[in-house]
Each structure stands twice: as C-alpha cells, then as structure tokens.
T-cell receptor, first 115, second 113 residues
Framework: KQEVTQIPAALSVPEGENLVLNCSFT??????LQWFRQDPGKGLTSLLL???SQREQTSGRLNASLDKSSGRSTLYIAASQPGDSATYLC???WGRGSTLGRLYFGRGTQLTVWP | AAGVIQSPRHLIKEKRETATLKCYPI?????VYWYQQGPGQDPQFLIS???????DKGSIPDRFSAQQFSDYHSELNMSSLELGDSALYFC????????????FGPGTRLTVL
C-alpha cells in the first residue's frame, strides 16, 4: 500500500531557527515528490518539486532533499520567520498502472514560528 | 502568471441537494485533478482527466460525477449531498499526467447543512 507519513505532526520554534521537516514514503518507485504549504482554510501552494532522478531542490530559504532508497524526503527551512507559520504537506506521485498522476499526501506538519 | 481558477469559492447546500463545482486549469494544461480535503484531513484524490478522458479514479462516491470539456475546464457534479461531503474541494492542473508539477486552485469550500 502506498502511504506517505510526515513527522512531526506539529512544530513550534522561535524565529531565526533552522528546521527540518520529514516525509517518508512506502514505495521507492516514485515519479516525483512535491512539498506544499497550506495556510489555514486556504489552498495549496507548491513550494518545491523533486523528480525521481534528482537529489535536491532549492528555492530561497527552502531546500528539499530526496533519498529514494530509504524512502525519505526532508524540507529544510533556514532562518525561520513568523510568516513561515503554516502547514507543510508532502505529496508523492507514483506511476504504477492506472494510478499514474494522482498525488498521495501526508497529514502534514503544522509549523508555528514565534517572534 | 495565470493560476487555476475554481468557482464558486464557497457553497452552502442542504442535505440531498446537488452541487456543481467548476475548475479552469492553467492555459495549455491538459490534465485536471480533483481532491477532497475534509476537516483536519489530508487531501484525498477523487478523479482526474487527461485530454478530456478520465485518466484515473480514486475514492469518489458514486453520487459524484465529473467531466472535462473541450476547453479543458472541468466540472464536478455532486448529488444527494450528505453532511460528510462538507469539505474543501481542490482542483489541480498539470501539463501531461505524469512527470509534471501539479498546480492547485484556491479550493471550493462546500458546507452541507
């Protein structure tokens, strides 16, 4: 069964800290993996997309890594700010058979950055 | 840059009523996906279309149907609404169904009373 797990479920840190969010998945034969940000009651904003052939992607203060063999991805946020407070979701696309294209989401990590 | 457009943004219906949600993908995107996110839950895949044909089907109730039109916009039709259908419904689009990034719309919040 294809599942995505995120830990921790919630994280509260002071402003300025560097932090790591974890995502694990059950089947290493992925097409790609996306990290999203979701503000309360709002839509999903795509942060980073890592293709299966890539090891990491960077955008500003965000860096996402992918280790297919161990079934893990991490999202690194540098110098966190209160504006980073949101829920971060990891989503995996597997391409087996008829399930090509759909994303499987983790439950997310709810991040609070306090001043 | 143009984004995925969903309408309406909010919808309130009574039990057993019907609802139609619309999704307009990013221009040139030929693939549309629908997801449902219940309160405190992760988004769950419902159904997708590629080039106006259903390409994948997830946990979509039989009361729901969807289609993609010639201009690539998509509609999700929901009948005999139940309280448990209250959720945030997302549409996403991509260029092709496989390797490319999915871009999500702002969602339609459906409340069933």
């Amino acid at each position: 069964k294809q599942e995505v797990t995120q830990i921790p479920a919630a994280l509260s840190v002071p402003e300025g800290e560097n932090l790591v969010l974890n995502c694990s998945f059950t089947d290493s034969a992925i097409y790609n993996l996306q990290w999203f940000r979701q503000d309360p009651g709002k839509g999903l904003t795509s942060l980073l997309l890592i293709q299966s052939s890539q090891r990491e992607q960077t955008s500003g203060r965000l860096n996402a890594s992918l280790d297919k063999s161990s079934g893990r991805s991490t999202l690194y946020i540098a110098a966190s700010q209160p504006g980073d407070s949101a829920t971060y979701l990891c989503a995996v696309k597997w391409g087996r058979g008829s399930t090509l294209g759909r994303l499987y989401f983790g439950r997310g990590t709810q991040l609070t950055v306090w001043p | 840059a143009a984004g995925v457009i969903q309408s309406p943004r909010h919808l309130i219906k009574e039990k057993r009523e019907t609802a139609t949600l619309k999704c307009y993908p990013i221009p040139r995107h030929d693939t549309v996906y629908w997801y449902q996110q219940g309160p405190g839950q992760d988004p769950q895949f419902l159904i997708s279309f590629y080039e106006k044909m259903q390409s994948d089907k997830g946990s979509i109730p039989d009361r729901f149907s969807a289609q993609q039109f010639s201009d690539y916009h998509s509609e999700l039709n929901m009948s005999s609404l139940e309280l448990g259908d209250s959720a945030l419904y997302f549409c996403a689009s991509s260029l092709g169904p496989s390797y490319n990034e999915q871009f999500f719309g702002p969602g339609t919040r459906l409340t069933v009373l």
